[in-house]
Every structure is written in structure tokens, then in C-alpha cells.
């Protein structure tokens, strides 16, 4: 069961994106459940657990992006997609790691592309983690909420979204065989990073969920380039 959270005032916009949430589980056989809240207020104070989370951003009270930013104080994971008519909100969205924006009226075409989209964050890496040890302690990470892995001299560097670090021996040769059927790609011989977690690319340059910034080498830039325009075009 994907569990899925609307925020939105409006019935009438509420009404329509519940009939294209029902139109893409159905096309897709996919078992869904759907909440829908009505005030971003609500949402905040609720915060019930969700898959992924639809919200609007122009609500009276809290806006979604105010709620948005309360959200990302403790979860840096849940994928959320606003709906909106506030297009100018984009570039405010990557501070609150918005996976997607769909513009009111929302048409049913634009929709399925960006659900495709937040699908493959449900899904992917879902559930799955590894066990990392070092001489202080030993953590079981989740996959989605590991940004990109660094080699440093012996040691393996683990970024995680929330922007912590946790360090410990490895190769990361061996860790990339380990995920291979995952979302991570190699983007530079001491860099596997998360598809799922780019954020902005500037030439070489890759920012990722949770502040950091990789860099693509000669090697790996093509491939690593073709790997995220086909997880980003929903062939991966």
C-alpha cells in the first residue's frame, strides 16, 4: 500500500487531483490510499505518515511551503510534490527538497509524468539499507536517505540528505557492486552518488540533497550524465 497525502483548501482542485491520483494507481495497478487535508495548519500540527505528500503552497493561515519547511526539520526523506499555481516558488522549493512542482489546472498527461517521477522514490531503495561500522558504533543506514558515498584515503565518507556524515573502512569498489541494482552511479572514481538525490547540475558540478557538492571527472561524466537524464525520464 503507497500511501499518499494530499494538502489542499480548495475541494473542487482536491476533487480533481484524487481522480488523477485513482486514473495512474489504476493504469498502473498500483494499491494506494488517499488522505486528503484541507489546511496546511492541519498538516503541521498532524503530520501523519505518508509515502509521498502533494501539497498546495497558496493556502490561508501556513502556506505549503511554510509547512513544507516544518516537515524538513525532522524528515528529510518523505518525497513532496507541490501543486500549485505559484510557479515562481521553484527555485524556493529546492530549500525544502521538493522533488517536483505540477501547475494548476493540473492536466492529467503533466501529472502521470511527475508521479512517474515520485514513483521511482517511493520504490526504489525502499526499505533497504546497509550496516555500516566503525570503531564508535555501528548504524544501519537507509538507502533514501543516503545522498552520496566518498572514498578518503581508506575510509568511506556516507553524506546522508539531513546532512550528517558518518565515516568508516572500505573500498568503495566492493560497495558499488553491492548497490548496483540500486539508484547509486558512479560519478568520479571516489564518488557513487544517489540518482534520486541531484539536485542541480552546473557543468561538472552536482549539488545534492543535504548541502553537498560533487564534482563528475572525464572518466564518468557521460555515463554517469545518461544515467541521470534516463532515471529523470523514467527509463531506469
Not at 137 to 149: G, H, I
Not at 180 to 188: A, G, L, V
Not at 200 to 218: F, K, N, P
Amino acid at each position: 500500500m503507497i500511501r499518499i497525502l494530499m494538502v489542499e483548501d480548495s475541494d473542487g482542485d482536491a476533487a480533481t487531483l484524487e481522480g488523477h491520483v485513482r486514473r495512474f494507481a489504476s493504469e498502473r495497478e498500483l494499491d494506494v490510499s488517499v488522505l486528503r487535508l484541507s489546511s496546511a495548519l492541519e498538516f503541521a500540527e498532524r503530520r501523519p505518515e505518508a509515502d509521498l505528500i502533494l501539497m498546495d503552497i497558496d493556502m490561508p493561515g501556513m502556506t505549503g511551503m511554510e509547512a513544507a519547511r516544518v516537515l524538513r526539520e525532522d524528515d528529510h526523506t518523505t518525497p513532496l510534490v507541490f501543486v500549485t499555481s505559484l510557479a515562481q516558488y521553484a527555485v524556493e522549493g529546492y530549500q525544502v527538497d521538493a522533488l517536483d512542482f505540477v501547475v494548476k489546472p493540473v492536466a492529467y498527461e503533466d501529472f502521470a509524468a511527475r508521479m512517474r517521477r515520485a514513483m521511482r522514490r517511493v520504490t526504489q531503495n525502499s526499505g533497504r539499507t546497509i550496516v555500516v561500522s566503525n570503531r564508535q558504533e555501528t548504524r544501519v543506514l537507509s538507502l533514501a536517505e543516503l545522498s552520496f558515498v566518498e572514498a578518503s584515503n581508506h575510509d568511506l565518507v556516507y553524506h546522508l540528505t539531513n546532512g550528517e556524515t558518518v565515516k568508516a573502512r572500505g573500498r568503495l569498489s566492493a560497495l558499488e557492486a553491492e548497490l548496483s541494482d540500486t539508484t547509486f552511479t558512479r560519478f568520479s572514481k571516489s564518488v557513487i552518488a544517489n540518482l534520486s538525490h541531484v539536485r542541480r547540475i552546473r557543468g561538472d558540478e552536482v549539488e545534492m540533497a543535504g548541502g553537498g557538492t560533487v564534482w563528475l571527472s572525464r572518466s564518468c561524466k557521460k555515463p554517469a550524465l545518461e544515467a541521470i537524464t534516463k532515471y529523470l525520464g523514467g527509463t531506469r
